[in-house]
């Protein structure tokens, strides 16, 4: 489907995740040992808060170039630096490569991307899309299935609960599958964050969600690793949620268990059983 990543922490220079780790975003636009497609190339997108200014409206850079062939994100993502940024690469199933498909998607100080699918998401699209409230509909620019959910959790009140407006979301979304007889209408990780905290999303209707990981603490991963020359670029409040770990050393990324969000704030991670009720 896709691969994405989300950091917070100290500023950052974005590259040292997205293009210079081990197994990198890019690196896995190639080549994506976990994914469901080996290939990501349909796009990218890369979306970050302005240093010093937590909660600010995010910009971003999206391109329908695939992200290892892309000089541009490669000088971006050398020359800023921000303590929160989402990175993805897509690997498109129905939708067209456009740069309004491409994630990640802003709304105000907000961000969502998705690796995932509603399925047969056409049959569902006319339900799901007249849900969203009025005032929100102009501002879905694309065409896919990840921006329809993106506006429904923040009609169904993603801004004040991000937790109870996602699962409301998904629940609407297997209320409509379900209608129209599709079994499992929900597959997907979700990042969210409001510029401040992430929460990010693993569910799916089946049980049998794509992979999510996030990094041990890094003063942990030191007193593991003492000769590991890169941990010395990461500070002790740095956390990364990814689809897949930047690295081969074990212990460094940990599973985040199925229907579960893992909450990442300055305090730390925390986790939290979601959707873990029968639909």
């Not at 590259?15 to 994914?35: C, E, K, M, R, Y």
Request: proline share 7%; charged share 20%.
């Amino acid at each position: 489907m896709c691969r994405w990543l989300a950091y917070s922490g100290g500023a950052l220079q974005p590259s040292t995740v997205i293009l210079d780790a081990q197994h990198s975003l890019v690196a896995q636009a190639l080549n994506s040992p976990l994914g469901k497609e080996t290939v990501n190339g349909d796009g990218f997108g890369f979306g970050w808060y302005p240093e010093g200014q937590p909660g600010a409206e995010p910009a971003y850079f999206h391109s329908i170039e695939p992200a290892w062939n892309d000089q541009n994100l490669r000088e971006l993502t050398r020359s800023v630096r921000s303590p929160l940024f989402f990175s993805h690469v897509r690997a498109a199933i129905a939708p067209p490569i456009q740069q309004t498909n491409c994630h990640p998607f802003r709304y105000k100080n907000w961000m969502f991307m998705h690796n995932g699918a509603l399925a047969d998401f056409s049959r569902v699209k006319r339900d799901l899309t007249f849900a969203v409230d009025p005032s929100l509909y102009p501002h879905i620019l694309g065409t896919t299935d990840s921006e329809v959910l993106f506006y429904l959790a923040l009609t169904l009140g993603l801004m004040d609960d991000p937790v109870a407006a996602m699962g409301a979301a998904i629940r609407m979304v297997e209320m409509v599958g379900h209608d129209h007889g599709i079994a499992f209408p929900m597959q997907g990780t979700v990042a969210i964050t409001d510029g401040v905290t992430i929460w990010a999303f693993r569910y799916s209707s089946q049980g049998r969600t794509r992979s999510l990981f996030h990094s041990v603490d890094v003063e942990t991963l030191r007193e593991m690793y003492p000769d590991a020359e890169r941990l010395k670029l990461f500070a002790p409040g740095d956390r990364l949620v990814v689809s897949e770990p930047l690295n081969d050393l074990p212990g460094v990324f940990q599973e985040v268990p199925e229907s579960t969000v893992a909450i990442v704030a300055a305090s730390g991670y925390r986790h939290e059983p979601f959707l873990t009720d029968s639909a």
